[in-house]
C-alpha cells in the first residue's frame, strides 16, 4: 500500500486552514445584515455547497461521457467519486436553505425554484446510486452509471427552466410571497468578498475530497483484484 | 452482399413485432387500461372531485394517470424483450441499434397514445364535460413523445438490473418532470380555454425537450445493449 | 483448408475477474467443433464474443475475413445463434416468429425460405401457434430454424441439449447433422459427452480461461472422449503454468 502522497498532505492542511479563515470571515469580516441578522450568516457556505454540489454533478457527466468513449474504468471511478461528493453537499445546500427559509419566510420549505430544482436533482442522483446497487456485471454498473449521469444531469438545467417559467407565468400561488423578493438583500463588497471566498474555500475542499475518494476507489479495486487472484 | 438491412426495414420489423405481440395478447394495453380507470377512480375519491376542484386538477389527474400507466407499458414492453433472451435476438441482427431503440420507441408511443385515446373520452363521459380539444391532443402527442423516448432508454437500463421491478419509476421520474410540467401546464391551459397563442411557451418548451431527450436517448442507447 | 474463426490472444474480464486468458482458437470451414469444459470455464463468454454480443478486452477475433468489433455488422449477417434461452417471442407464432427475424435479416419477403426452414424441423403442423405453448423441445427447433434462416456460414450453440428430453435432443441433432453437412462451420458448448461424440469432427476443451487442448475424431482413442476430457482436466495445472509463462 501506498504511504498518503505529500501533495496530499499539504492541500488537506491548506484546506483545513482556508476553512478555519472562511469560517472566520464568514463571522467577523462579513458584516450583519440588518434585516435578517444572524442566520444570513448561512448564506456564504449555503450557496458555496450549492456550487460544489453543481460542480460535482457537472464533472460526472463529463466523466460518464469520457467514459462511454474511452470504457477506462478509471472515469467511472471519478463520476462515481464526484456524484458521492455532490449528493453530501447538495443536501448541505437544502438543509442550509431550509434552516434560512424558517425565520425569513416563516416556513422551512418553500416551493421556490431553485430549493425545489436542488431536492429533484438530489432525488436524481439518489436514483443512480440505486440504480448502481441494482446491478451486480461491474462493467455494466459502469456503462448504465454513465449513462444516467448524463441523462439526469441533462434534466436539472430543465427542471429548473420548467419550474421558473411555472412561476413567472403565475406569480400568485398558494403561500403568497414571491421567493425572490421576501429575504432578498444588497451585498456590501465584503459581503460579497466572503461569498467568493467561501465558493473558492469549498472548492479547494472538493478538490481535497475527491482526490481521497478516488484514492480509496484505488485501493478497493485493489482489494478486489487481489481476492481474485486468491481465488485462482 | 450489404452488411446491414436498411433502418426503415428494422424499424417497421421491430415496429410489426410489437404490434402484432400486442394483438396476440393484449396484455399490455389491457394492463395499462384497466390500471388508468383504477387510478382514476381512486382520484375522484381522494380529491372529492366537484366541479370547481375538476377546473384545476384535471390536467394534473389526467397526466399522473398516464404517466402511471406508462410505466406499466415500458416495463411490460421491455419485459418481453428480455423473458426469452429476445434482445440478445434482436442485437445479434445486422441492424442498426438505434433502429431498434425507435421501433422500441414507436410502439411504446402507440400504445400510449391509444390509452390516452380511450382514457380521455371515458373521463369526459365520467364528469360530463368534453375534455377533449385540438390543444390538449397536440399536448399529449408532444408530452408522449419526450415521456417515451426517456422512458424506453431507461427501461431498457431498468430490465437488466436485480432490483427492475422499482427500478424504472424511481429513474424516470425525476428526470421527466420538465416534461411533466410543461404538458400539465399546457393542458391546463387549453382545458380552461386559454388561446392557444398564450400557451405556444409551453408547447414550444415542450417541442424543445422532445428534441433534446429524443437525441441525448439516440446517442447513449448503444451503450445500454451493447456489452 | 482456410480457417472461416480465427481467434488470437482474446482476453476477456468481468470487473477484476478474468474470465478468458490469452485464449488462441481456430476452426476450419465446415469443421464442427464441440467445446467442453467445466462451469464457468468461460464457454459461454467465449461464444459471447464470437457471436458480436460481447466486446473482449484485448486480443483480435476474425470471421469470414471480417475483423470484430469493427466489422460486427458483416460478422452477424453470416452467423447464427442458438443460445440456452430460444430467443423467440412468445406471443408470436413459429411463422410470425420467423417472419419478423427474416426482416430484420433483410430476407423479406421470404416465405419459401420459411415453408422449408419450418419443413426442416419439423414444424409445419403447428406454424400457425404460439410459441409459448410449444413445449422446451419444440422451442429449441425453433431457435435453430430461426438461427439457419439466413443460411450463415458459422452456427454457434450454447447447450443446446439442455432440458431437453432423449426424442427431442435425437430430433435436434438430426437437424444439426444435416446443417453439418451442408459444409457449414458449427460451434457447440456441451455437457454431455455422450451426445457430443456422435456429432462433433474436434473436440476442444476450455478451461481456466483458454483452450488447453484439442483433439480429432480421427485421433480419439477408442470409447476414449471421457477418459481423454478427464486426462486434459486433471493435467490442468501443469498447463496453466506454462500458459501464463
Known sequence: MKEKPLKLKILDWVTILLFLLATAMVFFYAPMERVMGAVQKVFYFHVAAGWVGMLSFFFAAVAGIIYLVKKDEKWDLIGYSAIEIGIVFTLINVVTGAIWARPIWNAWWTWDPRLTTATIMELVYFAYLMLRQGIDDPERRQRFGAVYAIVGFLSVPLTFFSIRIFRTIHPVVIGGNDPTAVGAFDMTPLMLQTLLFSILVFSVLFIDLMWHRIRLGQYMNRVDELKMRLQD | ?227 | MSAIIEVHNLIKRYGHKPVLKKLDFSANQGEFVALLGPNGAGKTTFLRILSTLAKPNFGSVTISGFQLPNQSAHIRQRLGVVSHQPLLYGDLSAEENLKFFSRLYGLHPAKDRIAEILKLIGLEKRKFDLVRTYSRGMQQRLAIGRAILHDPEVLLLDEPHTGLDQDASNILDGILNQVAMRGRTVVMTSHDLGRVANLASRFDVLTRGFIQASINIKDLPKHGLLEYYQDVLANSDEKVKAHAS
Do not use: H
Open chain 2, 1 to 227: 452482399m450489404q452488411a446491414k438491412t436498411s433502418f426503415i426495414k428494422a424499424l417497421s420489423a421491430v415496429i410489426w413485432k410489437d404490434l402484432m405481440t400486442e394483438l396476440r395478447s393484449k396484455e399490455l394495453i389491457s394492463g395499462m387500461l384497466v390500471f388508468s380507470l383504477l387510478v382514476i377512480f381512486i382520484f375522484n375519491f381522494s380529491l372529492e372531485m366537484d366541479a370547481r376542484t375538476r377546473n384545476s386538477v384535471t390536467a394534473g389527474v389526467i397526466w399522473v394517470t398516464l404517466i402511471f400507466a406508462g410505466t406499466i407499458g415500458l416495463n411490460r414492453s421491455m419485459a418481453v424483450e428480455k423473458d426469452r433472451g429476445c434482445l440478445d435476438g434482436l442485437l445479434l441482427a445486422p441492424v442498426d441499434r438505434t433502429a431498434i431503440y425507435f421501433g422500441k420507441s414507436i410502439a411504446n408511443l402507440i400504445f400510449m397514445l391509444i390509452v390516452a385515446a380511450i382514457i380521455l373520452p371515458v373521463y369526459s363521459l365520467l364528469y360530463n364535460n368534453n375534455v377533449i380539444s385540438l390543444g390538449l391532443i397536440l399536448v399529449i402527442l408532444l408530452g408522449s413523445e419526450g415521456y417515451v423516448a426517456v422512458g424506453t432508454l431507461l427501461s431498457s437500463m431498468a430490465v437488466q438490473a436485480r432490483t427492475r421491478d422499482i427500478l424504472l419509476p424511481i429513474l424516470l421520474f425525476p428526470v421527466i418532470i420538465p416534461i411533466l410540467i410543461a404538458a400539465v401546464k399546457a393542458s391546463n391551459g387549453f382545458l380552461n380555454g386559454v388561446p392557444f397563442n398564450e400557451l405556444m411557451t409551453w408547447i414550444y418548451l415542450l417541442i424543445a425537450y422532445d428534441v433534446i431527450f429524443t437525441s441525448v436517448a439516440f446517442m447513449v442507447f448503444d451503450a445500454i445493449v451493447e456489452e
